[in-house]
């Protein structure tokens, strides 16, 4: 009896020893799992681009000049373009009033397709450099931006910073609190008044 005793004394000692182990075992699993989880949900951010674009003054400076340069080349082509329709009008008004001979209609015919050539060529020239000013200013602004926000996260260590604008962008709902939109915009024109003056 005394040896049954004894043996389940054992026993019991033996399943509360496992009983702790597995607890103990459950307990880390339990913890790396979280650990796990924290690694897994990395700290994001968010940036509106739509409002930084609107205020960042680098954007803003880059855009007047590209809208100057539009505006200027609308108004060239549009020069030659009436000065074209208005030859093409003389053209045939005094072929109509037979004023000149079969000979010179034709060449002034010539002339005009020539001139109409070249006036779509210099639209679509024009077109080219405006596309090629356009990629040139957003590639500034977008390296500007990612280049601002290396140094900014170098502080704030966010996994990742997205962009997003109204009613498109990757972001649908988001944590007000992840939107660093202000921060960066300040911190983008501090550097860029700074770069202006020479600083």
Request: glycine share 4%; aromatic share 8%; with cysteine.
């Amino acid at each position: 009896m005394k040896k049954l005793f004894v043996a389940a004394a054992v026993l019991l000692a033996f399943t509360a020893c496992q009983n702790k182990q597995q607890g103990t075992a459950a307990e880390n699993t339990e913890t790396a799992g979280t650990e796990l989880a924290e690694k897994a949900a990395p700290a994001v951010a968010y940036v509106q681009i739509d409002s930084l674009m609107l205020d960042y003054k680098l954007a803003e400076e880059l855009r007047n000049t590209f809208q100057a340069k539009a505006n200027k080349a609308d108004r060239e082509f549009n020069a030659k373009y009436q000065k074209f329709e208005k030859d093409m009008m003389d053209a045939q008004d005094k072929i109509q009033k037979g004023l000149v001979t079969r000979a010179t209609a034709e060449q002034m015919q010539q002339q005009l397709m020539q001139q109409q050539q070249e006036l779509m060529e210099t639209r679509d020239r024009m077109m080219g450099e405006l596309a090629e000013e356009e990629q040139v200013m957003n590639n500034r602004i977008y390296f500007a931006v990612t280049d601002y926000l290396k140094e900014y996260n170098a502080d704030y260590k966010y996994a990742m910073i997205l962009s997003t604008a109204a009613g498109t962008g990757p972001v649908l709902h988001a944590d007000p609190s992840l939107d660093i939109t202000k921060e960066v915009l300040a911190g983008l024109n501090a550097r860029y008044e700074a770069e202006k003056s020479g600083k």
